[in-house]
């Protein structure tokens, strides 16, 4: 069964320091990888995803992660932190394990606090 | 707003009472899903539509569960018979296009059991 692993449960930067929010892996065949970020009394909100191709994904926001396949790892980063950045992410797994074809459900990670100190 | 609207955002309920939400996807969104997130943790599958066919449904959904997109517009999850165990954020999402691409979630319906 997939899983994702959300190692730290908060990640505190300086407001212009770079951050990483990290997301550990585990599923069978090729991952289809996401981010998610939460704010206060909003919805979820998608900030990218890595399906094939390029190892280093552009998202919203100017967020970008890197999928490293060896280390089954897809971390979140940003070159400058901003304090609106402040949010909980979530990575999140496609389930491949259905019926060979695909499932259509994501499997979550319990989330990230991201707090940018000004 | 073309956004996937929830409603109502917010319910209590006494334990054993039934409690139906609604959510209406983006337009021409064929791919609807419910999840269910609680305190402290990420969104958990609940169930996810093509159009109004139901073709997934997660082994976490007990049998007072149940969801319908009658249309393949709008769709609703009610629960039956509530516990307090329940209680949580119920979320829906919608997608379009080929293949697996990325859900866009509504605010959610906060339900709280007493």
């Known amino acids: 069964a997939q899983s994702v692993a959300q190692p730290e449960d908060q990640v505190n930067v300086a407001e212009g320091n770079p951050l990483t929010v990290k997301c550990t892996y585990s599923v069978s065949g090729n991952p289809y990888l996401f981010w998610y970020v939460q704010y206060p009394n909003r919805g979820l909100q998608f900030l990218l995803k890595y399906i094939t191709g390029d190892n280093l994904v552009k998202g919203s926001y100017g967020f970008e992660a890197e999928f490293n396949k060896s280390q089954t790892s897809f971390h979140l980063k940003k070159p400058s932190a901003l304090v609106s950045d402040s949010a909980l992410y979530f990575c999140a797994v496609r389930d491949m394990s259905y019926s060979g074809a695909g499932s259509y459900q994501l499997t979550f990670g319990k989330g990230t606090k991201l707090s940018v100190i000004p | ?114």
Request: hydrophobic share 30%; proline share 4%.
């Open chain 2, 1 to 114: 707003d073309t956004g996937v609207s929830q409603d109502p955002r917010h319910k209590i309920t006494k334990r054993g009472q039934n409690v139906t939400f609604r959510c209406d996807p983006i337009s021409e969104h064929n791919r609807l899903y419910w999840y269910r997130q609680t305190l402290g943790q990420g969104p958990e599958f609940l169930t996810y539509f093509q159009n109004e066919a139901q073709l997934e449904k997660s082994r976490l959904l007990s049998d007072r569960f149940s969801a319908e997109r009658p249309k393949g517009s709008f769709s609703t999850l009610e629960i039956q018979r509530t516990e307090q165990g329940d209680s949580a954020m119920y979320l829906c999402a919608s997608s379009a296009g080929q293949g697996f691409t990325e859900a866009f979630f509504g605010q959610g319906t906060r339900l709280t059991v007493v």
